[in-house]
């Protein structure tokens, strides 16, 4: 299994290879255009990790009127929301977790997990921006409108764990 990664980078390696001399170079640069919105290109860059938690509780602990359990949990859309807020921050590529998000992919909900391509993930939820070059940081705050009803929550209800810091590319 650990020989596997390896093996995978030296077939891709002769793929191109045989591809780049035998596919037409008008197909070969459409293609090339189309790998980051695929997700199968590697980015590099600045970068912004926002982290989402849910809200420490203890069995037995009065809950704030209007307030229920469910509301201390970190739910599909809360991530969901992160992740369009990426897109609109102009993010170059963006990951929940390990898995890189493309346009196939679906972030759902199972019980207090997300379910995505196949793999089952618990909070923390991490979502990792790469950006352009305005810093993510910067931007992300200005295109949330969605993620504005989640300010609204976290500051509403009893406070869920959350953080957001660059990361070093």
């Known amino acids: ?12 390696s002769e793929v191109d290879a045989i591809s ?5 170079a008008q197909l070969t640069a459409q293609i090339a255009a189309l790998e980051n919105v695929a997700g199968v290109k590697p980015l ?21 009127e209007g307030v229920v359990p469910d509301d201390l ?3 599909q859309q809360d991530v969901q929301a992160v992740v369009n ?3 609109r921050g102009n993010a170059t590529g963006v990951m929940v977790m390990d898995q890189r998000i493309a ?10 997990t997300l379910l995505m391509q196949g793999r089952v993930y618990s909070p923390p939820f991490t979502v990792t921006a790469v950006g352009a ?8 705050p200005m295109h949330c409108r969605q993620l504005s ?8 209800s009893p406070p869920r764990r959350t953080s957001c810091r660059p990361l070093a590319s």
């Open 149 to 156: 009803w989640i300010w609204w929550r976290w500051r509403n």
């Open 133 to 140: 070059a305005m810093p993510l940081a910067c931007r992300v």
């Open 44 to 64: 590099t860059g600045p970068a912004l990790v926002v982290s989402l938690d849910d809200a420490p509780y203890t069995t037995g602990t009065t809950l704030p």
């Open 1 to 12: 299994v650990a020989a596997q990664p390896r093996h995978l980078a030296d077939v891709q």
């Open 73 to 75: 949990v970190v739910h």
């Open 85 to 87: 807020a990426m897109w």
């Open 20 to 24: 780049a001399t035998r596919v037409n």
């Open 103 to 112: 346009s196939t992919t679906a972030i759902r909900c199972v019980g207090n």
